[in-house]
């Protein structure tokens, strides 16, 4: 049973536009997500995070909104730039982000210049 | 930000050999770091979870005995993967935890690619 969901393997977008990225998670005892982005070959490396209390968190050009109600979140990257292009991993955890992170099966960023 | 390093990045060998990845927290001290493996087009799967000084967390269904993992200090793992044979050709991720963050936020190491001919 997946309990994070990334439904779209990949998307694409043209550079100066919004990328978004959605997540669904089925278990209710989640309070605390992470977006990772990876690139070939490499580790993942920490994007954004948001926590259960809050419904939105924004850095810069990424900002993570979560609807606990739907028990749905996504990314949102704007400007997308074509550096963005990488595969976005959301991840999930419960107490508090204590415990250990689920990870959905990833999404395919392609920013086209 | 805080940083891990694996090593090493690459490695190929031959079947029936042990392979030895390290997993170093550079900056930090992490009483816990977790080992992960991922398949080509899918997502990063939790192999097991590390912690100084004590027995390893296996997830279901990764055998212990294949997959042994040592955390000998605050800031070294070892994943050391014994008779290696073809399907464990994988790319293999640690991560740690900053003992001072409590939020979750883990550091990913780069990655070591295993192929086994």
């Known amino acids: 049973d997946q309990q994070v969901k990334q439904n779209s393997p990949s998307l694409s977008v043209q550079e100066g536009r919004i990328s978004i990225l959605n997540c669904d998670y089925t278990?209710?005892?989640?309070?605390?997500f992470l977006w990772y982005k990876k690139y070939p070959a490499e580790g993942p490396t920490f994007l954004i995070s948001?926590?259960?209390?809050?419904d939105k968190n924004e850095d810069g050009r990424f900002t993570v909104f979560l609807n606990k109600s739907a028990k749905h979140l996504s990314l949102h990257i704007v400007p997308s730039q074509p550096g963005d292009s990488a595969v976005y991993f959301c991840?999930?955890?419960?107490?508090?982000?204590?415990?250990?992170?689920?990870f959905g099966k990833g999404t395919k960023l392609t920013v086209n210049p | 930000g805080a940083v891990v390093s694996q090593h090493p990045s690459r490695v190929i060998c031959k079947s029936g050999t042990s392979v030895k990845i390290e997993c170093r927290s550079l900056?930090?001290?992490?009483?816990?770091m977790f080992w992960y493996r991922q398949f080509p087009k899918q997502s990063l799967m939790l192999m097991a979870t590390?912690?100084?000084?004590?027995?390893?967390?296996?997830e279901q269904g990764v055998e212990k005995d294949k997959f042994l993992i040592n955390h000998a200090s605050l800031t070294l793992s070892t994943l050391t993967v014994t008779s290696a044979h073809p399907e464990d050709s994988s790319f293999y991720i640690c991560?740690?935890?900053?003992?001072?963050?409590?939020?979750?936020?883990?550091?990913f190491g780069e990655g070591s690619r295993l192929t086994v001919l």
């Open positions: 278990n209710s005892m989640f309070d605390y």
């Open positions: 900056d930090f001290q992490a009483t816990t």
């Open positions: 948001i926590s259960s209390i809050k």
């Open positions: 991560s740690a935890r900053d003992l001072r963050e409590v939020t979750g936020e883990l550091f």
């Open positions: 991840a999930a955890s419960a107490q508090g982000g204590s415990e250990k992170l689920v």
């Open positions: 590390s912690n100084e000084g004590s027995k390893a967390t296996y």
